[in-house]
Structures are given as structure tokens and as C-alpha cells.
């Protein structure tokens, strides 16, 4: 099965609110790693807006072709963004205000009862929703029931693990793409991964789309984003072979 490269494209925001302004442009980045090939686009408003806004969301979704994916936490205030924008597909994922970026998955056992209606809302929109969770049996299980077409596996303890450690959590995420595949489920991962260790991750069978983005845009700094998604791709398709 081919696998999809998702370009979240929240670090050009980053950038550009550095200084405030307009420059550089999410949206433009956006439309750049369409026209290179991306299968879809990532982008996460956070509670805070430290890096895309509101207003970001319009343009991508009026200027794109391709799906926007909208990362977002499971509050009544992005439920109402996602149904009045009405992306693609929406990632539901845990936020706390202090973390640097999301360390780890959305709990689907402990917030089950507060993410079913939020889940039931956005699949009735026609959005197609996404657990972001850990590769564990239990939250896959939890992610089946709340009616979520799709869990995406969290990448960041791997991607921070070296050796048996990360040979370990390898190992967990293979188990777990298999085991939610089983079950119907779409499998997508993501966060952390970079040329260097994308390769095992883009060999499990059962992933179909990675979303990458921090390593993506710092890439793109020294040789364009064109050239970054390129070798990406051919990072992918070799861990695939
Ligand atoms: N997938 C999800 C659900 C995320 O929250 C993020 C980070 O915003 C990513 C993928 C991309 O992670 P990274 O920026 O580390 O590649």
C-alpha cells in the first residue's frame, strides 16, 4: 500500500510570529509542498496560537487541493472551528500550555466519555477523525470504540530512544499497527522522525500516512522544501522496500 507524506507546516508559523507580520507564509509553504508532491497538509491550532492561527486555517483550506488535516485538542472552542472549516480530517490530541510539543498521546481510556461526543460531532460533519495515541493495545481498543476510522501512533518516544530502547518501542509500534489494523482501523504515525529514522517506521506495512513537520521545515532552511520532501520520499520508499 502506498504511503502518504502529510506536511505540517505549524514551524513557518513559528517562525513568522516570531516577529509578528505576515512573513514567512504558512499558507505559501503549504501550497509549495503541494506542488512538490505532499499527499496532504498538517496544521495544529493550538489553544494558545503560538504558531498557526485561526486565519491560517481559512486560507489552507480555501487554497488547497489536497486534504488539510487540523490537529486539534479535544475542546468545544476547536470542535466549533473544526465544523465551521470542515477539513479533511481532524487529529484529536492532547495540549497542555507549557509542553514545547506534544509529548505524548491522547488518553481514549480516562477522557472516553468527554471525547465520544466530540468524535460523533465531526464524523457527522463528514470529517474524518484521528486518535493521536500511544502504541498501546488498550488506547487502540479505546480509539475502535469512541468510532475513530483512524489512530495515528506517536513516533516521539521512538524518534528520542536510541538502540534497544528504541529497538523496543519499534517493537510496539509494529505490534500495535497490526493489532489496530485488525480491527479496521486506518493507521497513520508521526512526530519526531527525520531522514535518519523515518526508514523503520515507513516499513511497517499496516502505516499508510506519516506526518511530519518540525525536521521537514528545518530542512528546507539550508535547501528548500522541494528538495526536503524529495529525499523524505525516497527515505520513505526505501524503509517501505
Ligand atoms: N503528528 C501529530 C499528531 C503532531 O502533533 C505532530 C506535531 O505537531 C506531528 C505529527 C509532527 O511532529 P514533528 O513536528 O515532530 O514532525
Known amino acids: 500500500m502506498k504511503l502518504r507524506l502529510g506536511v505540517n507546516i505549524d514551524h513557518v508559523a513559528t517562525v513568522r510570529n516570531a516577529r509578528g507580520g505576515d512573513n514567512p507564509d504558512p499558507v505559501r509553504a503549504a501550497r509549495l509542498a503541494q506542488d512538490a508532491g505532499a499527499d496532504g497538509i498538517t496544521a495544529h491550532l493550538r489553544e494558545d496560537r503560538r504558531h498557526i492561527r485561526d486565519k491560517d486555517i481559512a486560507a489552507l483550506k480555501r487554497d488547497l487541493r489536497i486534504p488539510l488535516n487540523l490537529e486539534m485538542a479535544a475542546t468545544d472552542e476547536m470542535l466549533a472551528i473544526a465544523l465551521k472549516h470542515r477539513p479533511h480530517a481532524c487529529c484529536i490530541v492532547p ?10 498521546g491522547i488518553d481514549c481510556i480516562t477522557g472516553f466519555n468527554r ?50 530502547a528504541r529497538a523496543h518501542i519499534l517493537k510496539r509500534i509494529v505490534i500495535g499497527a497490526e493489532f489496530g489494523a485488525g480491527l479496521g482501523l486506518e493507521i497513520h504515525a508521526g512526530h ?26 528545518g530542512e528546507a532552511i539550508f535547501v528548500g522544501l522541494a528538495d526536503t520532501l524529495a529525499r523524505m520520499r525516497r527515505a520513505m520508499e526505501e524503509g517501505r522496500r
Open 115 to 164: 471525547l465520544k461526543p466530540i468524535v460523533g460531532q465531526l464524523t457527522e460533519a463528514g470529517i474524518r477523525v484521528s486518535m493521536f495515541i500511544e502504541p498501546d493495545r488498550k488506547q487502540i481498543d479505546a480509539a475502535h470504540s469512541l468510532g475513530a476510522p483512524v489512530v495515528e501512533l506517536h513516533t516521539g518516544a521512538y524518534a528520542n530512544a536510541f538502540g534497544e
Open 192 to 217: 519526531g522522525l527525520t531522514y535518519d529514522n523515518v526508514g523503520p517506521i515507513a516499513g511497517i506495512p499496516h502505516i499508510v500516512e506519516l506526518n511530519i513537520g518540525h525536521f521537514l521545515i
Open 95 to 104: 495540549e497542555k500550555r507549557e509542553e514545547r510539543t506534544t509529548e505524548g
